[in-house]
């Protein structure tokens, strides 16, 4: 008997806990997923390649695309809130997004307000910082404050707000492809740098073979 009782325990408890099990998969966001391919996230948004920009190719392939959700009643991504999502892709991987919420839809909404709508679908937060002392440092500075981060040992969630605006913004990310991208861009910029005296001596002699290719055309059709 006590263990059919223990065992009716054990059910209800799982039961009770599996909506907040569900809710807390930080790899997710509506309907993207950290790990999506770039074509996945095209298809998904309906834009092309062309819309695409490369920051950096070596040593990894840096791209980001930016979204504005068409604002038609009935879609599934819900543009009464969002204002633009910025994807960010490590080889053709979707490792970061960065959701930014339209002003009108968290108008006069604190921070505790946003953190608490978040903590309803997600869970509750693993660190949160509802002060910051922003306003008493130079505001160039810090462009983003953090307001609260939910996280597991794979994935991050991080609410920030805006220092010049106030927008708020939720940005995702997988840790372990989050770290990489930032050793590829870091790497990145130091290759651009150590080529930039090459770059510069090549356009200006692109210049210069311009300049004289012109001349010479000129020189044959031009008439006083």
Not at 13 to 22: D, E, G, I, Q, T
Not at 144 to 154: F, G, K, R, S, Y
């Amino acid at each position: 008997m006590k263990t059919t009782r223990s065992l009716m325990l054990c059910l209800v408890a799982l039961l009770f806990a599996a909506p907040v099990l569900r809710a807390q998969d930080f790899s997710k966001y509506r309907n993207f997923s950290l790990g999506m391919s770039l074509a996945s996230v095209l298809k998904h948004t309906d834009q092309k390649m062309s819309d695409v920009r490369a920051l950096h190719q070596h040593p990894a392939l840096m791209e980001e695309v930016t979204w504005w959700p068409p604002n038609i009643p009935g879609l599934a991504f819900q543009s009464d809130t969002v204002s633009q999502i910025l994807f960010s892709f490590y080889n053709g991987e979707l490792y970061q997004i960065a959701v930014t919420y339209d002003r009108s839809s968290t108008e006069g909404m604190t921070a505790e307000d946003m953190v608490m709508s978040i903590s309803a679908k997600y869970g509750p937060a693993t660190n949160v910082v509802l002060k910051n002392d922003t306003a008493k440092n130079d505001p160039y500075n810090a462009r983003q404050h953090p307001v609260a981060t939910w996280e597991d040992t794979q994935y991050s969630f991080n609410l920030v707000r805006s220092s010049f605006s106030g927008d708020f913004e939720l940005v995702i990310y997988s840790k372990e492809r989050n770290l990489e991208a930032g050793l590829a861009i870091a790497e990145a910029v130091k290759r651009e740098e150590q080529e930039a005296p090459q770059r510069e001596v090549a356009r200006l002699k692109k210049q210069t073979d311009d300049l004289e290719t012109a001349r010479l055309k000129n020189q044959k059709t031009f008439r006083p």
